[in-house]
Protein backbone atom coordinates (compact mmCIF):
# COMPACT_ATOMS: atom_id res chain seq x y z
CA UNK A 1 0.00 0.00 0.00
CA UNK A 2 0.98 3.38 -1.09
CA UNK A 3 0.57 7.14 -0.12
CA UNK A 4 0.56 9.11 -2.85
CA UNK A 5 0.56 13.38 -2.71
CA UNK A 6 -2.39 15.30 -3.94
CA UNK A 7 -0.59 15.85 -6.99
CA UNK A 8 -0.01 12.04 -7.80
CA UNK A 9 3.73 11.70 -6.93
CA UNK A 10 4.31 8.42 -4.56
CA UNK A 11 4.65 9.93 -0.94
CA UNK A 12 5.65 7.00 1.30
CA UNK A 13 5.11 3.18 1.52
CA UNK A 14 2.73 2.02 4.53
CA UNK A 15 2.49 -1.61 4.40
CA UNK A 16 3.25 -4.11 2.00
CA UNK A 17 1.22 -8.15 2.23
CA UNK A 18 3.58 -11.10 3.16
CA UNK A 19 2.46 -12.92 0.04
CA UNK A 20 1.15 -11.70 -3.03
CA UNK A 21 -2.76 -10.98 -2.99
CA UNK A 22 -5.39 -9.78 -5.67
CA UNK A 23 -6.91 -6.52 -3.88
CA UNK A 24 -10.14 -6.33 -3.60
CA UNK A 25 -11.42 -2.68 -1.86
CA UNK A 26 -9.88 0.06 0.05
CA UNK A 27 -12.03 1.56 3.27
CA UNK A 28 -11.17 4.40 5.51
CA UNK A 29 -12.49 5.33 8.39
CA UNK A 30 -14.13 8.37 9.10
CA UNK A 31 -11.18 9.96 11.23
CA UNK A 32 -9.07 9.05 8.83
CA UNK A 33 -6.88 7.25 11.04
CA UNK A 34 -7.57 3.89 9.53
CA UNK A 35 -7.46 1.67 6.37
CA UNK A 36 -9.56 -1.41 5.82
CA UNK A 37 -8.07 -3.44 3.17
CA UNK A 38 -9.55 -6.71 0.93
CA UNK A 39 -8.32 -9.08 -0.85
CA UNK A 40 -10.04 -11.75 -2.71
CA UNK A 41 -7.16 -14.39 -3.06
CA UNK A 42 -7.90 -15.69 0.64
CA UNK A 43 -10.87 -13.39 1.58
CA UNK A 44 -8.63 -12.20 4.13
CA UNK A 45 -9.77 -8.20 5.41
CA UNK A 46 -7.27 -6.57 7.33
CA UNK A 47 -6.76 -3.06 8.86
CA UNK A 48 -3.90 -0.90 8.57
CA UNK A 49 -3.23 2.86 10.75
CA UNK A 50 -2.11 5.72 8.75
CA UNK A 51 1.09 6.73 9.64
CA UNK A 52 2.75 3.77 10.64
CA UNK A 53 4.73 1.64 8.21
CA UNK A 54 3.96 -2.17 9.01
CA UNK A 55 2.44 -4.93 7.22
CA UNK A 56 -1.78 -4.73 7.91
CA UNK A 57 -3.24 -6.64 10.98
CA UNK A 58 -5.18 -9.21 9.62
CA UNK A 59 -8.63 -9.14 10.78
CA UNK A 60 -10.82 -11.64 9.45
CA UNK A 61 -12.08 -13.64 6.33
CA UNK A 62 -14.71 -12.94 4.20
CA UNK A 63 -14.62 -15.21 0.69
CA UNK A 64 -14.86 -12.96 -1.86
CA UNK A 65 -15.34 -9.71 -0.36
CA UNK A 66 -15.79 -7.25 -2.81
CA UNK A 67 -16.66 -3.57 -1.35
CA UNK A 68 -16.67 -2.04 2.01
CA UNK A 69 -17.90 0.78 3.85
CA UNK A 70 -16.91 2.09 7.45
CA UNK A 71 -19.62 3.38 9.91
CA UNK A 72 -18.07 4.23 13.29
CA UNK A 73 -17.23 0.87 14.80
CA UNK A 74 -18.94 -0.94 11.81
CA UNK A 75 -17.72 -2.32 8.48
CA UNK A 76 -20.48 -3.35 6.04
CA UNK A 77 -18.81 -6.00 3.57
CA UNK A 78 -20.25 -6.87 0.31
CA UNK A 79 -19.24 -10.56 -0.85
CA UNK A 80 -20.36 -13.92 -2.11
CA UNK A 81 -19.04 -16.05 0.54
CA UNK A 82 -20.62 -19.32 -0.94
CA UNK A 83 -18.67 -19.07 -4.03
CA UNK A 84 -19.63 -17.89 -7.40
CA UNK A 85 -23.20 -18.28 -9.10
CA UNK A 86 -24.98 -18.36 -5.66
CA UNK A 87 -26.01 -15.33 -5.50
CA UNK A 88 -24.26 -12.18 -2.74
CA UNK A 89 -24.20 -10.58 0.89
CA UNK A 90 -24.37 -8.00 2.66
CA UNK A 91 -22.47 -8.44 5.84
CA UNK A 92 -21.79 -6.02 9.28
CA UNK A 93 -18.81 -6.72 11.41
CA UNK A 94 -18.28 -5.40 14.49
CA UNK A 95 -14.78 -3.86 14.30
CA UNK A 96 -14.83 -4.23 18.54
CA UNK A 97 -15.02 -7.77 18.01
CA UNK A 98 -14.70 -8.41 14.88
CA UNK A 99 -17.55 -10.79 14.72
CA UNK A 100 -19.46 -10.58 11.01
CA UNK A 101 -23.29 -10.93 10.59
CA UNK A 102 -25.00 -11.49 7.70
CA UNK A 103 -27.44 -9.20 6.69
CA UNK A 104 -29.01 -9.86 3.46
CA UNK A 105 -28.80 -11.82 0.45
CA UNK A 106 -28.88 -10.20 -2.59
CA UNK A 107 -29.17 -11.79 -6.34
CA UNK A 108 -26.86 -11.80 -9.08
CA UNK A 109 -22.76 -11.10 -8.61
CA UNK A 110 -21.00 -8.92 -6.32
CA UNK A 111 -21.58 -5.22 -6.09
CA UNK A 112 -20.64 -1.94 -4.75
CA UNK A 113 -22.40 -0.19 -1.82
CA UNK A 114 -21.75 3.01 0.15
CA UNK A 115 -23.02 5.23 2.87
CA UNK A 116 -24.76 8.00 3.38
CA UNK A 117 -24.11 10.66 6.77
CA UNK A 118 -27.25 9.06 8.20
CA UNK A 119 -26.33 5.31 7.97
CA UNK A 120 -29.02 4.71 5.06
CA UNK A 121 -26.94 2.30 2.91
CA UNK A 122 -26.90 2.18 -1.39
CA UNK A 123 -26.03 -1.04 -3.07
CA UNK A 124 -25.52 -1.64 -7.08
CA UNK A 125 -26.43 -4.48 -8.27
CA UNK A 126 -24.50 -6.80 -10.66
CA UNK A 127 -25.44 -9.26 -13.26
CA UNK A 128 -24.15 -12.69 -12.84
CA UNK A 129 -24.02 -13.36 -16.66
CA UNK A 130 -21.13 -12.30 -18.77
CA UNK A 131 -21.30 -10.14 -20.83
CA UNK A 132 -23.92 -8.53 -18.16
CA UNK A 133 -26.90 -7.61 -20.15
CA UNK A 134 -27.70 -4.02 -21.34
CA UNK A 135 -29.03 -1.93 -18.32
CA UNK A 136 -29.06 -4.63 -16.00
CA UNK A 137 -28.12 -2.61 -13.01
CA UNK A 138 -29.88 -0.66 -10.12
CA UNK A 139 -29.38 1.01 -7.86
CA UNK A 140 -31.24 0.72 -3.88
CA UNK A 141 -31.49 1.62 -0.99
CA UNK A 142 -31.51 -0.03 2.83
CA UNK A 143 -32.93 2.58 4.98
CA UNK A 144 -30.80 2.92 8.12
CA UNK A 145 -33.88 1.89 10.31
CA UNK A 146 -34.81 -1.28 8.36
CA UNK A 147 -31.10 -2.10 8.35
CA UNK A 148 -30.94 -1.55 12.50
CA UNK A 149 -34.29 -3.77 12.66
CA UNK A 150 -32.30 -7.34 12.43
CA UNK A 151 -33.19 -10.06 10.44
CA UNK A 152 -32.70 -11.44 6.76
CA UNK A 153 -32.76 -8.61 4.67
CA UNK A 154 -33.31 -8.86 0.63
CA UNK A 155 -34.48 -6.29 -2.16
CA UNK A 156 -37.90 -6.68 -0.87
CA UNK A 157 -37.07 -4.21 2.19
CA UNK A 158 -34.95 -1.79 0.20
CA UNK A 159 -36.12 1.15 -2.26
CA UNK A 160 -35.09 1.19 -5.82
CA UNK A 161 -33.17 4.68 -6.58
CA UNK A 162 -32.47 3.82 -9.84
CA UNK A 163 -31.87 1.22 -12.57
CA UNK A 164 -31.12 0.72 -16.61
CA UNK A 165 -27.13 0.63 -15.71
CA UNK A 166 -24.45 -0.76 -17.43
CA UNK A 167 -22.58 -2.36 -15.13
CA UNK A 168 -21.67 -1.49 -11.35
CA UNK A 169 -17.85 -1.13 -10.70
CA UNK A 170 -17.83 1.25 -7.37
CA UNK A 171 -20.55 3.79 -5.96
CA UNK A 172 -19.61 6.48 -3.79
CA UNK A 173 -21.95 9.05 -2.14
CA UNK A 174 -21.33 12.82 -1.58
CA UNK A 175 -21.87 13.77 1.79
CA UNK A 176 -21.59 17.74 0.67
CA UNK A 177 -23.53 18.08 -2.19
CA UNK A 178 -26.11 14.48 -1.36
CA UNK A 179 -25.01 12.93 -4.52
CA UNK A 180 -24.43 9.46 -5.76
CA UNK A 181 -21.93 8.58 -8.02
CA UNK A 182 -21.87 5.30 -9.99
CA UNK A 183 -18.85 4.15 -11.90
CA UNK A 184 -20.34 1.80 -14.99
CA UNK A 185 -18.59 -0.71 -16.83
CA UNK A 186 -20.23 -1.35 -19.84
CA UNK A 187 -18.95 -4.54 -22.19
CA UNK A 188 -21.28 -3.77 -24.65
CA UNK A 189 -19.19 -0.37 -25.64
CA UNK A 190 -16.21 -0.73 -24.29
CA UNK A 191 -16.84 1.85 -22.05
CA UNK A 192 -16.19 3.10 -18.59
CA UNK A 193 -17.98 5.91 -17.30
CA UNK A 194 -18.68 7.71 -14.30
CA UNK A 195 -22.41 8.72 -13.36
CA UNK A 196 -24.43 10.69 -11.38
CA UNK A 197 -27.23 8.58 -10.58
CA UNK A 198 -29.91 11.86 -10.39
CA UNK A 199 -28.57 13.98 -13.75
CA UNK A 200 -28.56 10.41 -15.25
CA UNK A 201 -32.37 10.19 -15.51
CA UNK A 202 -32.79 13.85 -15.59
CA UNK A 203 -30.99 13.72 -19.19
CA UNK A 204 -33.08 10.27 -19.88
CA UNK A 205 -36.68 12.52 -20.06
CA UNK A 206 -37.50 11.43 -16.27
CA UNK A 207 -36.28 12.30 -12.49
CA UNK A 208 -36.19 11.11 -8.90
CA UNK A 209 -38.52 13.70 -8.05
CA UNK A 210 -37.50 16.86 -8.00
CA UNK A 211 -38.95 19.74 -5.48
CA UNK A 212 -42.75 20.45 -6.01
CA UNK A 213 -42.76 17.61 -8.97
CA UNK A 214 -45.91 16.17 -7.84
CA UNK A 215 -47.76 19.18 -6.06
CA UNK A 216 -50.46 19.42 -8.52
CA UNK A 217 -51.48 15.75 -7.41
CA UNK A 218 -52.53 16.76 -3.82
CA UNK A 219 -54.62 19.11 -1.60
CA UNK A 220 -53.41 20.89 1.35
CA UNK A 221 -55.60 19.19 3.92
CA UNK A 222 -53.32 19.93 7.34
CA UNK A 223 -50.15 19.69 8.93
CA UNK A 224 -48.54 17.47 10.92
CA UNK A 225 -45.94 18.79 13.44
CA UNK A 226 -43.53 16.35 15.40
CA UNK A 227 -40.64 16.71 18.16
CA UNK A 228 -37.21 16.96 16.81
CA UNK A 229 -35.93 15.87 19.42
CA UNK A 230 -38.05 13.04 20.26
CA UNK A 231 -38.05 11.52 16.29
CA UNK A 232 -35.50 11.22 13.59
CA UNK A 233 -36.47 11.88 9.74
CA UNK A 234 -36.38 7.99 9.24
CA UNK A 235 -39.10 7.41 12.02
CA UNK A 236 -40.95 10.10 10.56
CA UNK A 237 -40.92 9.23 6.95
CA UNK A 238 -41.62 5.36 7.89
CA UNK A 239 -45.14 6.70 9.85
CA UNK A 240 -45.84 8.50 6.72
Known sequence: MVQHAPDG????????FPAFVFPSFLAVDGDENALYVGESSTGGIHRHFVGISSAPDFLLT??????????????WVSAATCGFGCGNELWRVELS???????ATLPGASGPLA????????????????????GA??????????????????LADAQLVGSGFAGAGRLVHDAERNVLYLLENDFGTGLNRISEV???FTKG??????SNSVAWMFKKRGVFTFDAGTYNEEQIMEAA
Request: hydrophobic share 40%.
Open 137 to 154: TEVWRFAASTLAGGGALT
Open 97 to 103: TLVPTLV
Open 205 to 210: GGNLGA
Open 62 to 75: LPLAYDAAVQGDVL
Open 115 to 134: LDPVGNLYYATSSDQFPPPP
Open 9 to 16: SSAQTLGT
Open 198 to 200: RST
